[in-house]
């Protein structure tokens, strides 16, 4: 009986160490901007546009910003997932980028049982705005929590 007690509670300190391992997870991707004149829009030539796959924003050059997507979770156990965004300024590539502030986070969603989830949120940053012309690179973040593949 004692054996069966030791192993339930090494199974329940290691679970809960797995899922604090989890809570930190952070998937970066960075890209460099098209301006809405560089892909055939008439749009106004002051935004920068980035693509990330299955996720895409936008920044204004008065700092305001939107960004949308899906997110794909795998398993089925939930996590908890959030969108963000980050803008910077580097070398070609996205490479050498010092970037301004911290990022912004605009959702928060759980996700289970291999929920594919779509994702959108806006704010502005006046970090942004005024270095707007310099700006030649942002990272999409999807933070996640719980149970993360």
Known sequence: M???????IFLIVWA?????????????LATEPRRASDVGSELSPARLDFFF?????????DGNWHIEGNIQHRGALCGRYELG?????GSPGCSNVEWMG????????????NALLSHAGSDVDHVAA???????????LIRCSGTCK
Not at 55 to 60: N, S, T
Not at 130 to 140: H, P, W
């Open 85 to 89: 965004i980050q803008f910077g300024i």
């Open 2 to 8: 004692q054996r069966t007690i030791n192993i339930v």
């Open 130 to 140: 005024e270095a707007f012309d310099r700006i030649n690179c942002a990272q999409r």
């Open 102 to 113: 911290s990022p912004a986070y605009v959702t928060i969603r759980t996700h289970c049982n």
């Open 16 to 28: 809960i160490g797995a899922a604090d391992a989890a809570a930190d997870e952070v998937r970066k």
């Open 53 to 61: 796959g299955d996720i895409r924003a936008w920044l204004l050059q």
